[in-house]
C-alpha cells in the first residue's frame, strides 16, 4: 500500500533520447510535485498540479514537460536528454503545506 | 541564493545523547517550516513542522524551536538512536506560494552505538 510510487527507480540513457517518469499517489491529495535533486544534494522543486491544473512551473527548460491525466498521477516528460539532467527525480503530494515523497528515479545520462 | 540554509554538512553523536540539528533562514515571508529526515535510496519522509506562530513543537524525541527574531530553527532529538542515522532537511513554506517548499542542503547525523 505505497502511498507515493514512482517508476522506474532507475533509468540510464544516452544523451538526446526522450523518456518519461510516472508518479502514482494513493492518498487522494489534491496536490502534486516534482522535485530534482542534483549532485550538490539541493532538492529544487520543478513544478506542481493542483487537481490537474499546473500551478507551479519554475525555470526548467522546456524540454521538462509534466502531464497529470488525473489528480492522482503526475508523470514527468523529458525531451532531448542532456548530461545535466542526469539527478535523482522525486515525486510528492500533499495535503496543505506537508509533502509527502516518492522513493526517487535515478536519472543517468551517458 | 540559498534562502534556507544548513551550514553543518554532518554532525556525529552517541546513542542515548541529544542531537541538534540547525537551520538558518533568510527570507522573512517564511512562516511555516517543516523538518524532514531520508534515508539513502529513499524519498525524503516527514518528520515534524512548526508554523511561525509558535517556537515551540514537540513529538516525541523530536522537538523543533523557532527563533523568528534570528531566523533560526533547530531540531531537536533526545534521546539520539542509530535509527535516527540519516539525512535530515530544513524546508520552509511561505503562505500564498502554492505550497512551495525551499529545502535546506540537509545534515547528515550519524548516531554511533
Known amino acids: 500500500d505505497t502511498a507515493v510510487s514512482q517508476t522506474p527507480k532507475y533509468l540510464v540513457t544516452q544523451m538526446g533520447n526522450d523518456k518519461s517518469i510516472k508518479c502514482e499517489q494513493n492518498?487522494?491529495?489534491?496536490?502534486m510535485y516534482w522535485y530534482k535533486q542534483d549532485s550538490k544534494k539541493f532538492l529544487k522543486i520543478m513544478f506542481s498540479y493542483n487537481n490537474k491544473e499546473l500551478i507551479i512551473n519554475e525555470t526548467v527548460p522546456n524540454r521538462f514537460s509534466p502531464k497529470s491525466p488525473d489528480k492522482a498521477h503526475l508523470n514527468l516528460h523529458i525531451n532531448s536528454l542532456e548530461l545535466g539532467d542526469s539527478a535523482v527525480y522525486f515525486c510528492?503530494?500533499?495535503?496543505?503545506?506537508?509533502?509527502?515523497f516518492g522513493p526517487g528515479t535515478r536519472l543517468l545520462v551517458l | 541564493d540559498q534562502q534556507v540554509k544548513q551550514n553543518s554538512p554532518s554532525l556525529s553523536v552517541q546513542e542515548g545523547r541529544i542531537s541538534i540539528l540547525n537551520c538558518d533562514y533568510t527570507n522573512s515571508m517564511f512562516d511555516y517550516f517543516l523538518w524532514y529526515k531520508k534515508y539513502p535510496a529513499e524519498g525524503p519522509t516527514f518528520l515534524i513542522s512548526i508554523s511561525s506562530i509558535k517556537d515551540k513543537n514537540e513529538d516525541g524525541r523530536f522537538t523543533v524551536f523557532l527563533n523568528k527574531s534570528a531566523k533560526h530553527l533547530s531540531l531537536h532529538i533526545v534521546p539520539s538512536q542509530p535509527g535516527d542515522s540519516a539525512v535530515y532537511f530544513c524546508?520552509?513554506?511561505?503562505?500564498?506560494?502554492?505550497?512551495?517548499?525551499?529545502f535546506g542542503k540537509g545534515t547528515l547525523l550519524t548516531v554511533n552505538p
Open positions: 524546508a520552509a513554506d511561505t503562505q500564498g506560494s502554492n505550497y512551495k517548499l525551499t
Open positions: 510528492a503530494s500533499s495535503i496543505q503545506e506537508t509533502q509527502y
Open positions: 492518498l487522494g491529495h489534491d496536490t
